[in-house]
């Protein structure tokens, strides 16, 4: 007997325009608990685009974002943050000229428990909290075995630390849904093969569900469960990783070719 999986985020009929362009069109999609699930699409299918309306950095002409059956449509991206959603983006945006534990620190704040006057004071409440975040910090270096950077800039870090900084720093926030956004950006083969067994580790260490947008198509065939393809801002096909490989649309959208060896 198959136990259906609870639905973490859903899209209904997710639509955006700018003027009279539409972006993204009537965009349909579930991650249930525990999903891996690729987005893919030529450049400017409209990827990021959803990327944006699910975190709330875009609000939606039409259409429903909902995160554990609750609307999320037009609030803050930190209030969004804040209910379990975080994201790392395809151009690195740590803050660069802080300390690698101050990245995470800073991520952790999201669920400190003192007040601007505790702060101000510094009183024993303040000092629990930020040892609490200081242990918790240290914590998610190890995992990532960055711990040893600790009080290095970030900025210092070789590129591929920084990747992995930047995913620990969104799971500082205990997220329930984590959005990847080209993560294998830069990297060379060995770094895209160990960010490969990363991220099914993550989401079975977290036990959290992983949406990303990835061109590398090695990385997407062998992490996705599921992929959705979008073109023109529309989804053209959605499946398994097998059956998106054989999809003479999917085919057609990236090359123009209805060649069955293109992907």
Same mark, same amino acid.
């Given at each position: 007997?198959?136990?259906?999986?609870?639905?973490?985020?859903?899209?209904?009929? #997710?639509?955006?325009?700018?003027?009279?362009?539409?972006?993204?069109?009537?965009?349909? +999609?579930?991650?249930?608990?525990? @999903?891996?699930?690729?987005?893919?699409?030529?450049?400017? !299918?409209?990827?990021?685009?959803?990327?944006? +309306?699910?975190?709330?950095?875009?609000?939606? =002409?039409?259409?429903? &974002?909902?995160?554990?059956?609750?609307?999320?449509?037009?609030?803050? &991206?930190?209030?969004?943050?804040?209910?379990?959603?975080?994201?790392?983006?395809?151009?690195?945006?740590?803050?660069?000229?802080?300390? &690698? %534990?101050?990245?995470?620190? #800073?991520?952790?704040?999201?669920? =400190?428990?003192?007040?601007?006057?505790?702060?101000?004071?510094? /009183?024993?409440?303040?000092?629990?909290?930020?040892?609490? %975040?200081? /242990?918790?910090?240290?914590?998610?270096?190890?995992?990532?075995?960055?711990?040893?950077?600790?009080?290095?800039?970030?900025?210092?870090?070789?590129?591929?630390?920084?990747?992995?900084?930047?995913?620990?720093?969104? #799971?500082?926030?205990?997220?329930?849904?984590?959005?990847?956004?080209?993560?294998? !950006?830069? +990297?060379?083969?060995?770094? =895209?093969?160990?960010?490969? $067994?990363?991220?099914?580790?993550?989401?079975?260490?977290?036990?959290?569900?992983?949406?990303?947008?990835?061109?590398? +198509?090695?990385? &997407?065939?062998?992490?996705? $469960?599921?992929?959705?393809?979008?073109?023109?801002? @529309? $989804?053209?096909?959605?499946?398994?990783?097998?059956?998106?490989?054989?999809?003479?649309?999917?085919?057609?959208?990236?090359?123009?070719?209805?060649?069955? @060896?293109?992907?």
């Amino acid at each position: 007997m198959t136990v259906d999986k609870k639905i973490i985020m859903q899209t209904k009929d #997710l639509t955006i325009r700018f003027g009279g362009l539409v972006a993204v069109n009537n965009f349909n +999609m579930k991650i249930e608990e525990g @999903e891996l699930i690729g987005i893919i699409g030529p450049n400017g !299918a409209g990827k990021t685009t959803i990327f944006n +309306m699910i975190t709330g950095v875009y609000v939606p =002409t039409s259409g429903s &974002v909902d995160l554990e059956g609750k609307s999320i449509v037009g609030q803050h &991206v930190s209030h969004i943050t804040q209910k379990g959603i975080a994201r790392t983006f395809q151009n690195i945006r740590l803050f660069k000229d802080l300390s &690698v %534990i101050d990245n995470i620190k #800073l991520a952790a704040h999201y669920r =400190t428990n003192y007040s601007l006057f505790d702060s101000i004071i510094r /009183n024993k409440k303040f000092k629990n909290e930020e040892e609490r %975040i200081y /242990n918790e910090a240290m914590e998610i270096l190890k995992i990532f075995g960055l711990e040893k950077k600790s009080t290095l800039l970030a900025k210092n870090l070789p590129y591929g630390e920084q990747r992995r900084l930047e995913i620990a720093r969104a #799971l500082a926030t205990r997220p329930k849904l984590l959005l990847l956004d080209e993560p294998a !950006a830069g +990297m060379n083969p060995k770094e =895209t093969n160990d960010l490969t $067994e990363l991220i099914r580790w993550v989401r079975d260490h977290f036990k959290i569900s992983i949406l990303l947008i990835e061109h590398d +198509m090695k990385l &997407v065939m062998n992490v996705c $469960e599921r992929i959705y393809v979008v073109d023109h801002g @529309e $989804e053209i096909a959605m499946g398994l990783p097998k059956e998106i490989q054989n999809n003479k649309k999917v085919i057609e959208a990236y090359l123009g070719t209805s060649d069955e @060896e293109a992907l």
